[in-house]
């Protein structure tokens, strides 16, 4: 059965600071993919990354950045000088690949994130 | 824009009513999901739907039941709501591609009193 660990429940950090959360997973498939998602006050989560278990290369989007390592099961995801509007709540995700119905995705439990001015 | 859309953001209702919790997608999604979001638990998978009339027990379908008529449309339906089902309820779809981003809805609040 597939898993995901968040293990930071809640991160206060002050505007401007950089902060990384974590993700780990767990899963027997050597085929999977990976999310990040952002769920703001207004309640909808919102898309950032995918990644597939076969691309390690570490993405940069703006002040994001996410790290992926396979032999540690890692999916981290950096946000650099934070901002007041970054404060939400960050989920990791894990699909398997699979035909046919599908697109399921196993959640961590989040981190909330608190930037302050 | 494309859009997930449930009916209300806000829900009370007493033990023992029947429940509906309607979402609707502008996108022509296949697939549609069902989670239940509590804090540190994260999201749990009730049901999914890849298709008009199909549907598929998620992790913690108990208590829960839904209905698909419309490729549009996916209800879910509490029977007899609970106390324990107080939580957040979030919609979801996806196109039939694999592993491609899911489109949330902005979520309903359901308190079970």
């Known amino acids: 059965a597939q898993k995901v660990t968040q293990a930071q429940t809640e991160i206060s950090v002050v505007e401007k600071e950089d902060v990384t959360l974590d993700c780990v997973y767990e899963t027997r498939d050597t085929t999977y993919y990976l999310f990040w998602y952002k769920q703001p006050p207004s309640g909808e989560l919102v898309f950032l990354i995918r990644?597939?278990?076969?691309?390690?290369q570490n993405e940069i989007s703006g002040r994001y950045s996410w790290n992926f390592q396979k032999s540690t099961s890692s999916f981290n995801f950096t946000i650099t000088a934070s901002q007041v509007v970054d404060s939400a709540v960050y989920f990791c995700?894990?699909?398997?690949?699979?035909?046919?119905?599908?697109?399921?995705?196993?959640f961590g439990g989040g981190t909330r994130l608190m930037v302050k001015p | 824009d494309v859009k997930v859309t449930q009916s209300s953001r806000y829900l009370v209702k007493r033990t023992g009513e029947k429940v509906f919790l309607e979402c609707v997608q502008d996108?022509?999604?296949?697939?549609m999901f069902w989670y239940r979001q509590d804090p540190g638990l994260g999201l749990r998978l009730i049901y999914f739907s890849y298709d008009v009339k199909m549907k598929e027990k998620g992790d913690i379908p108990e208590g829960y039941s839904v209905s698909r008529e419309k490729k549009e449309r996916f209800s879910l339906i509490l029977e007899s709501a609970s106390t324990n089902q107080t939580s957040m309820y979030l919609c979801?779809?996806?196109?039939?591609?694999?592993?491609?981003?899911?489109?949330f809805g902005q979520g309903t609040r359901l308190t079970v009193v």
């Open positions: 990644r597939n278990s076969f691309d390690e």
């Open positions: 979801a779809s996806t196109p039939r591609v694999m592993n491609t981003e899911a489109f």
């Open positions: 995700a894990l699909s398997e690949a699979q035909v046919g119905a599908g697109n399921m995705l196993t």
């Open positions: 996108m022509d999604h296949e697939n």
